[in-house]
């Protein structure tokens, strides 16, 4: 008989230690040396290179809840508190990592086991109130919003945190947050199934049947850093240099704002996809032999194209670092971020789209466990601290399987999302997979983006599925995409560091040539670009400290050459108080500068206030502490304005009212003794009144709410400041620390007036130069201000819709003037590469900005005036800031070119969303009335009209607001109608298409529910 010579025979014939010895060899021929356990002592380990990177991006935004992630168990039925906590320590002892922290030695990060931290277990009782299904839930939801907001400290807290809260009876909400660097979504699911083993286990008086572990994560972190340290991590940093030569950097979102913001404040948007789309779709991604992931990640590619453009882009994928057998069954991050670059041919079909993809993703197969911080150090991309590099948006495919539901005596438990409030990235799209059925989600930062774009994307996105689905072979639609605009930026310059000797570098040129190990260093060296990382940034700012410096991580990212970053450290040690205690003045602002140079009478008039109404009873003590808290993380609101040799320059002083008023006063005479008693030149211009309500309870009516009166000179406040001081306002009652400002407007300020506006004079010129006479006929004999609004409904989905106001506006203009010339106000929250720690989404000062706008007319359809316009509108530079620049420029002869030139007569304003700043008290406020400056003192003396236009729910308004001796009713209401006319055609020329393959804006409790339906008959199918 011939012996079975195949190699399943041979492999058969090896005993158990010779088939270890050839599978170590097997492995070490792949990926080096085998995993095993690290010698040497238990208590102390190096991070794993992904966890360090997201260690170093918490260092960026410490105390903050960027990079946390939780995760939910609701428990219907019985729950056992002692048998739980029980359970929760068992899991913490089977695994180091769960009882250890991050210490620093020497400015470089390490993970230290203690042998005594546990889990944190906690218990609160919230059940208290009403039992029907919307309370309890209304319970819950603020329950979980709660534990999500608690930060992290690495160092000292207990990494796994069970927060659990009876919110009805035989309804117990657990809670479980853990710090992004120590744990992942499928680490999850581990966590979760060794958790409900142990509490099952214990309530049934058996033994947990739990994995053994051959490792722990210590071993496997030290195991990477050797490998990736070898020459097997060379080639594969290699293969991503030569894969992502030449990717653009950036990829130019469809954002609503600057995505130059540290804001990650985030939302989730919930869809299905129907179910017969599902299938196709499905089968098609079969047919091209490719993962759901891939052809998943095809369809948003076809998003991505048609939103931006791109033919050349970049969707970063999440891929598990599990490729050893010894670490599967480990909790940790064990997951680094894939960059699939898909370069698509012009006007590309979805099967073009998804063959491109396929290549994309195929070709990294072997590179997709190189921790991602690998891949930012060999492609080297700039750094930014607004900006994740080299990716913006990620792809996430899962399939929950087993993982949503368990069974335990007396109850079931089911797994529920818990919406952290954060998106890391500017925006997510996750897909999930239950029982074929497929459900989607959209994370985004809500400072980057309006809910109306995320709506009008996903609902794009459903279609595109059904169209890779059903025609592959139709190419995509092309979306105009705006042009840039020819005028150079004079805002986005970096800063004139070069190689100028700045007094005092030594210091910091002590402490740079340490941390890089160099032994020269100038004034002109970019730090990530002689050898810098992430990791020596980290070390450089311990030894600036040890220098006696004040900074943070942050300061080393926004300023990385030697020169800058030694200019901001020297100028801070600086920036000390007088003799007198006073801060050095500095420059004003171009728009206070203007304010003053408007002829007021008495510029502290021109003030601002807003009426709350609180939802609940107020303490006063508490609250003038919360007013306190806010001044505090924004100084600028007690701006003193003092005149100087050098003319009007500003400083923070320390100024600022608090009063509480007799119960049942009227909030118009409060507000009114506010302002009389504002003083530009003390800085006191802000001021915080509280009304206790009026008890009528023995009439038998309701009390009165309290009123909180907020007064505020535009000196030191514009509208979107407004927003952010009520909300801060909230959180601090509420006991929660604010976030203060990392530069303020009087830095913004000063670093504004070192920018050049003269490169962008002749643009401006030529705008003004457009403004012709406008003829409204005959005025009526009337006296004061009128006005009234005009709405259009929103039918289907739309976009931010400023072009298609300012197009309806200009057409209903043009019968009254040969052209049309508005004046407009931008935000004025333009960043500046000077002062990259500057945030604007916390920046409180004035700083919105008008400028003039032509706006150009085809003489042709409504269409053809819509690009024409939005043209106009992209090519607006620096969002107008400049044009304020050049008209208070220290330059006389730069404003001599704009004195004499007409200004606009009409004033057309954007406003986006109408909202009432007390819509982020988060429930504490609602909307009591505001008190403005005067109408015509706000819009500017020489005004005819002033057209406002914002989107309020679900229709479109227009406020026209006039003065009929200078324009009669008639004539107002006659370009109204044909605005409103104009406005309802551009909408419904280039209305989204209605008929969406599933279902969008699904709530997060319909989510949960379906996720727990769904779970329930997977476990009855045999």
Known sequence: M??????????????????????????????GPPLRTRPGPRDRFPLGMDQERLWILDQLDPGTTTYTLGFGLRFHGAFDLDVFTRAAHAVARRHELLRSGVETEDGKPYLKVHEDRGADVTFTDVSEGPADHEHVEERRAAFVAEQVRRPFDLRDDPVLRLAVGRVADGDHQVVQTMPHSFTDQWSYVRLNHELIGHYRAYLEGADPEVPDLPVQFGDYAQWQRDYFASPKGEEHRAFWRTYLDGAPMRLPLPYDATPDTSDHAGEQYNFILNEDVAAAFTARAGEARTTMATAMTAAYVALLHEETGARDIIVGVPSVTRGEDAVQDLIGFLLTNVPIRVRLPENPT????????????????????????????????????????????????????????????????????????????????????????????????????????????????????????????????????????????????????????????????????????VSEAGPGDVFFEVGGTSLLAVRLTHLLKAEGFTLTLRDVFSNPTLGALAQVLLTRDRQVAGEDGALPLGPLGPEQQLLYQAGLDRVESFAHTFVLKAEEPLDAARLEAAVKAVVAAHPGLSTEFRTSPEGLRARVGSRWSWSTEASGSESRQVAAAQRAAFDAESGALFAVSLIPGASTLDQGVESAPDQVVISANHLVIDGMSWGIVVADLARAYRDRALIAEPAGALEYAAALHAVDPAAQADFWIGHLAAVRPLDWGMPEVAEGVRQFEVSV??????????????????????????????????????????????????????????????????????????????????????????????????????????????????????????????????????????????????????????????????????RWLFDPARVAETTVREAAARAAADLTALLQAHGEPDDVPGITGVSEERMNQLFAELSDVRLEQP
Request: hydrophobic content about 45%; glycine content about 8%; overall charge negative.
């Open 2 to 31: 011939t012996p079975d010579r195949s190699a399943a025979a041979r492999l058969a014939r090896l005993d158990p230690a010779q088939r270890a010895a050839l599978a170590a060899r097997l492995v070490a021929a792949r990926s």
């Open 350 to 517: 979805p099967a073009q789209i998804l063959a491109a993809t396929v290549e994309g993703s195929m070709a990294v197969a072997d590179h997709r466990e190189v921790p991602f911080g690998e891949i930012v150090e060999a492609v080297a991309p700039n750094r930014a601290v607004t900006q994740y590099p080299l990716l913006q948006t990620m792809l996430v495919q899962l399939n929950l399987g087993d993982s949503v539901l368990f069974k335990v005596p007396g109850a079931d438990v089911y797994a529920n999302a818990v919406p952290e409030g954060i998106s890391s990235m500017d925006m997510t799209v996750a897909w999930w997979q239950v029982n074929g059925l497929m459900y989607g989600r959209i994370e985004y930062r809500t400072a980057l983006f309006l809910p109306s774009t995320i709506e009008r994307m996903a609902r794009r996105l459903l279609q595109l599925v059904e169209l890779f689905a059903t025609s592959p072979d139709t190419p995509l639609r092309t979306r105009s995409v705006p042009p840039v605009s020819p005028v150079a930026s004079v805002l986005s310059a970096p800063a004139e560091h070069g190689s100028a000797p700045v007094e005092g570098l030594d210091r910091v040129e002590r402490a740079w040539r340490e941390a890089l190990g």
């Open 793 to 958: 409904p929103l039918a289907g989905q739309h976009g931010s819709l400023q072009a298609e106001a300012f197009t309806a506006v200009a057409r209903a203009l043009r019968p009254h003037t040969e052209e049309v010339v508005v004046s407009t106000i931008g935000l004025g929250r333009e960043p500046l590469a000077a002062l990259r720690t500057w945030d604007p989404t916390r920046a409180v000062g004035y700083y919105s900005c008008p400028y003039p706008l032509h706006l150009p007319l085809t003489g042709g359809t409504a269409q053809d005036d819509l690009v024409a316009v939005d043209t106009a509108l992209c090519h607006i530079p620096d969002g107008g800031k400049a044009y304020g620049l050049l008209r208070a420029s220290a330059d006389t002869e730069l404003r001599a070119r704009f004195k004499g030139l007409p200004t606009p007569r009409v004033v057309v304003n954007y406003l986006g969303a109408l909202a009432d700043p007390a819509d982020g008290s988060e429930g504490l406020f609602t909307g009591g009335g505001e008190f403005a400056a005067d109408a015509y003192e706000r819009a500017g003396r020489d005004v005819d009209l002033d057209v406002a236009f914002g989107i309020r729910g679900g229709e479109a308004v227009f």
